[in-house]
């Protein structure tokens, strides 16, 4: 089973930034594409970005693009979401996600992390 660990999250004022980091288990890292959600109270889950395994795709909710960056080492088996301009419509619950191609990913990945929280405060 792979198992997937988010950090970073944390309290940023209106136009601060933020990364944060999801540390993925096993041997196998560099074989799945990674994406990211995030939940708002009261909202959907709803994808945010995700990135290939090779990194060479990556794609991104049209209410981010611009200001997040999605990246991965596979050498330390972690993708980060770098978050810049940040703003109050961005605080949620953002978790990290993990299947064997962006499509499966952006559909219905078959694992997920626990969560870090964002909040942003105006």
């Known amino acids: 089973q792979v198992q997937l660990v988010e950090s970073g999250g944390g309290l940023v004022q209106t136009g601060g930034s933020l990364r944060l980091s999801c540390l993925v288990s096993?041997?196998?890292?560099?074989?799945?594409?990674m994406g990211w959600f995030r939940q708002a109270p009261g909202k959907e889950r709803e994808f945010v970005a995700g990135?290939?395994?090779?990194?060479?795709?990556?794609y991104y909710s049209r209410f981010v693009k611009g200001r997040f960056t999605v990246s991965r080492d596979n050498a330390k088996n972690t993708v980060y979401l770098q978050m810049n301009s940040l703003e109050p419509e961005d605080t949620a619950l953002y978790y990290c996600?993990?299947?064997?191609?962006?499509?499966?990913?952006?559909?219905?990945?078959?694992?997920w992390g626990q969560g870090t929280r964002v909040t942003v405060s105006s």
């Open positions: 096993g041997r196998t890292f560099s074989r799945y594409a």
């Open positions: 996600a993990a299947d064997l191609t962006l499509e499966t990913v952006r559909r219905s990945p078959g694992y």
């Open positions: 990135i290939s395994s090779s990194a060479g795709i990556t």
